[in-house]
């Protein structure tokens, strides 16, 4: 079956206190209507950026209560297809992002997207590359604000989180409670300035629900490749718990010992950052499927 959620029905922190706003089955297709990261406040660089509702920031559209989702279950979430709107805007300024101790005027920036290239300037276009900014479940505790990414999930900033990618996130309660949002028409790893080409989007995703599932979450796989996402205070951290949880990985899917799978990350691991500009820092550490016989 395939449902619609329009992105009147946004929320701005991911908790087990959201009331679902629909109910679907494991196998369901469900089409996301997503706001842009500013609730699309944003339609003009002259505008005074005091003035926006700072309140409405990184919005997600649900959650959605998938049947038979139980704690300790794992959600895949299929991506199919993001379809984007036609014009992308950023954001910059003082404490915002890497530069942000160094300028002293916020700026907004818009940009047309034509023929999937966003015309950064007359001389300069950039393809296309769509991601998911915000995806995820229900913390187990406490309610999470959507501009924080954390083991649920939430704002990981990972552009492998794209169309044709399965993205793996914890059930820490009943239903699961998935909600995303902050889609982005491109977007480089490290997202340094605060923000990618931020635009409204439909997202298309299958859900589906596996039980005794233990490869270690948030993860997901594209183009025959595994990715473990760790996300943390430190850079430092979030890179070594998504090595660690790989390690984990290769151990479950391997004949290797702890000392060999640690060995084949360094021949053959990719790590990468995804995003060092919200609360916590995020990470990922990629590897071929092909090394990994016995996956699940």
Known sequence: MKHFISKEHAIYAMSADNQPVCIV?????????????????????????????????????GPIFVEGAKQG???EVEIHTIDIGDTVTLMTGPELGVLGDELD??????????????????????????????IGTA????????????????????TAITEGAKLYLPVNVEGALLALGDCHAAMGDGEVSVCGGEVPAQVTVTVRV?????VPTPYL??????????????????????????????RQSTALTDAEAIHLLSLAGQLRISQ????????RMELPLRYLKNFP
């Open 276 to 283: 060092i500009v919200d609360p916590n820092k995020t990470a």
């Open 210 to 214: 596996l039980k005794n599932h233990t």
């Open 221 to 250: 796989i594209k183009d025959d490749a595994i990715s473990t996402i760790a996300s943390a205070k430190t850079l430092d951290e979030a890179t070594v718990m998504a090595t660690k949880n790989m390690v984990r990985v290769v």
């Open 25 to 61: 089955q494991s196998g369901d297709t469900v089409v996301f209507e997503a706001y842009d990261c500013f609730t699309d406040q944003i339609t003009s660089e002259d505008q005074v950026v005091e003035a926006l509702d700072w309140n409405k920031i990184n919005p997600a559209t």
């Open 139 to 158: 913390p187990a505790n406490g309610a999470i604000s959507c501009g924080v990414p954390d083991a649920h999930g939430g704002n990981m900033d990972t």
């Open 73 to 75: 279950d794992v959600l």
């Open 105 to 134: 005027t916020m700026t907004i920036k818009r940009a047309p997207i034509v023929d999937d290239e966003i015309l950064f300037t007359e001389d300069i276009k950039i393809p296309v590359n769509k991601m998911i900014g915000v």
